[in-house]
């Protein structure tokens, strides 16, 4: 099981951090990826680590303000977010896959459920 938390709302320029923890089962071996799905848009890719081969991934349009990191010891997976844009609102979702390696955006078996993030301009 997969829980995702740390959404809010923020100022434009802000930042959050939000945490992805598994229950029943660790992150080893696993890739992790965070989605988030805006009002009115399709679901995004944004993020992706794997615990599998060590990789990451970070979508076009959060490059450079997004950062991606796990904690072993709290088999946890941190998105910390920064310099927020009102763009950047949405419903962010973490899921995992065992193997695989990044960038995954597809096939996802396990699903935590979403956190809302909301930017104010």
């Known amino acids: 099981q997969l829980q995702a938390s740390g959404g809010g709302l923020v100022q434009a320029g802000g930042s959050l951090r939000l945490s992805c923890a598994a229950s029943g089962f660790t992150f080893d071996d696993y890739t992790i990826t965070w989605f988030r799905r805006a009002p009115g848009k399709e679901r995004e890719g944004v993020v992706c680590?794997?615990?599998?081969?060590?990789?990451?991934h970070y979508a076009d349009s959060v490059k450079g303000r997004f950062t991606i990191s796990s904690d072993n010891a709290k088999n946890t997976v941190f998105l910390q977010m920064s310099s927020l844009k009102p763009e950047d609102t949405a419903v962010y979702y973490c899921?995992?896959?065992?193997?695989?390696?990044?960038?995954?955006?597809?096939?996802?078996?396990?699903w935590g459920k979403g956190t809302l993030v909301t930017v104010s301009s």
């Open positions: 899921a995992a896959l065992y193997g695989g390696g990044c960038p995954i955006y597809y096939g996802m078996p396990y």
């Open positions: 680590i794997s615990r599998s081969d060590g990789s990451t």
